[in-house]
């Protein structure tokens, strides 16, 4: 199984929100996936393909 991060990712966003750099912040959802959610795919992974329907 590969896997598109890696848990250092996770624990940097942790250790910063622990951090005093972060009291400002409250009540956010911190998406922490390397853009998936945002449709980037990883040719060739699980049959995974991207079309850029733009440029073709």
Known sequence: ???AGKVE???E???FLCSDKAGFITG?????????T???IYHGEHG????????N
């Open 48 to 55: 995974w393909t991207y079309e850029d329907k733009e440029n």
């Open 9 to 11: 990712d996770i624990a």
């Open 28 to 36: 956010e959802n911190i998406c922490i996936d390397g853009g998936m």
């Open 1 to 3: 199984m590969s896997l």
């Open 38 to 40: 945002r449709l980037m």
């Open 13 to 15: 966003m942790v250790m």
